[in-house]
């Protein structure tokens, strides 16, 4: 395990972090990283735990795709909780490897790092937008509760994630003594990606908007927005939304979270 450390004010302190799984890894030019890790904090993060924010107003905007679901939550994390969950990764380690992600050579052209988060992150995150997500997906309910593993993308400049659709996943958390991501019941599956966006353009991003491409030609491009966070169906059907992550230029990395949004019945 690593030990502890502080963050760059010395303020906060991060507990050490290990690895609960090692999956089959795929590079960006092909090629697999037979045992990449999925991470886990040795301990729950203080820096992670979510505060209520009173001064947040997450808003919903539909995005018109010609008949596909996409649509945009502003004000879903405050500035500093962006700010803490780019550090914890940063601590975590990027890599050029995706453990669990299978991709053909030169479409994940970006690094990435998957962790599994503590429910005081997950539960409040989705308190504060739940009512503005659809209640139903294919006759499958929302399920109370978000994917633990948070599925992370960096990316440097010339970084670009190439056209593509999301599979659908099934949802994860940790065990009681934190030494394994356990896998949820096949009850549950996700039915929307969830990108959040922890920095953009005011940060000094240049680029990498998130470019949806609806029915009949219709395009749209997504600005990333620190603390905003762009929701689409996903999954292997005709109502899966192709995307792309467009190339970052500048000095600036550009860092976004995947996050499951699930459906289904049963416990967890």
């Known amino acids: 395990m690593v030990s502890k450390a502080h963050d760059e004010a010395g303020t906060t302190p991060w507990p050490g972090h290990h690895a609960v799984a090692h999956l089959p890894g795929s590079l960006p030019m092909g090629g697999v990283v037979p045992l990449t890790p999925v991470h886990a904090f040795d301990s729950p993060a203080p820096a992670l735990s979510l505060q209520p924010q009173p001064a ?9 795709l010609g008949g596909l679901l996409a649509f945009v939550i502003d004000e879903v994390v405050a500035p500093a909780e962006a700010d803490a969950i780019v550090a914890a990764t940063e ?10 992600i299978a991709t053909p050579p030169g479409m994940r052209m970006n690094k990435s790092v998957h962790w599994v988060a503590d429910p005081d992150f997950t539960t409040p995150l989705l308190g504060r937008f739940a009512h503005l997500l659809p209640p139903a997906l294919a006759n499958e309910p929302l399920y109370p ?5 948070i599925n992370m993308y960096k990316y440097d400049a010339n ?23 356990l896998e949820w019941g096949p009850g549950l599956r996700s039915g929307l990606t969830m990108l959040l966006y922890l920095n953009g353009p005011d940060d000094g991003v240049e680029g990498g908007n998130t470019r949806l491409y609806g029915v009949r030609g219709r395009c749209v491009d997504v600005l990333p927005r620190k603390g905003s966070a762009l929701f689409f169906r996903h999954g292997f059907g005709a109502d899966s939304v192709l995307h792309e992550g467009c190339v970052v230029s500048g000095k600036v990395a550009k860092y976004v979270a995947r996050i499951n949004v699930m459906y289904g019945h049963g416990p967890h």
């Open 145 to 149: 509760a978000l994917s633990q593993r």
């Open 159 to 181: 970084d670009v994630f190439n056209p593509h659709t999301d599979g659908n996943w099934p949802g994860y958390s940790l065990s009681d003594d934190r030494s394994t991501m």
């Open 56 to 64: 947040l107003r997450p808003v919903r905007q539909d995005i018109d």
């Open 91 to 100: 601590r975590l380690g990027y890599r050029d490897e995706a453990p669990g």
